[in-house]
């Protein structure tokens, strides 16, 4: 599952960026995140079910006025790539967050890009205001 979203901040590109990275910035409803290192584990709890979602931040760059990085999902249920860059312009700083996914069941592909959507539009929308 792809998608791509676009949000527009006012905050600098690298505040942009170490928001982001920064583990304690993050309120995911239900999930802590903790970081150690490169390593991301973001522990989602929905009463007695539990999910971690585990990441690393593959790379990031900085190029002039814009950053671009890559993080990679390398958990057992949830895999794949998540690509972002931020860009300074004129109403901002313009962040580009691209996502690939995947889950081993096909048949719960179609409800998770639902709910990624619109977990990460809101979730990116808070952690830049």
Same mark, same amino acid.
């Given at each position: ?25 993050? !309120? ?21 079910? !539990?999910?971690?979602?585990?990441? !690393? ?73």
């Amino acid at each position: 599952m792809k998608c791509r979203l676009r949000l527009v901040s006012s905050l600098s590109v690298q505040e942009v960026v170490e928001r982001i990275l920064a583990a304690d910035k993050h !309120r995911v409803p239900f999930t802590t995140v903790s970081r150690h290192g490169d390593r991301f584990i973001a522990v989602t709890k929905l009463g007695p079910l !539990r999910f971690e979602d585990r990441m !690393r931040i593959a790379n990031v760059e900085k190029s002039g006025e814009s950053m671009r990085g890559m993080i990679l999902k390398e958990g057992s249920w949830l895999v794949g790539t998540i690509r972002f860059a931020a860009i300074s312009s004129p109403e901002g700083t313009v962040l580009g967050w691209e996502y690939d996914l995947r889950l081993p069941w096909l048949i719960l592909n179609l409800p998770l890009a639902f709910t990624m959507n619109l977990g990460y539009r809101i979730g990116l929308s808070r952690l830049l205001r």
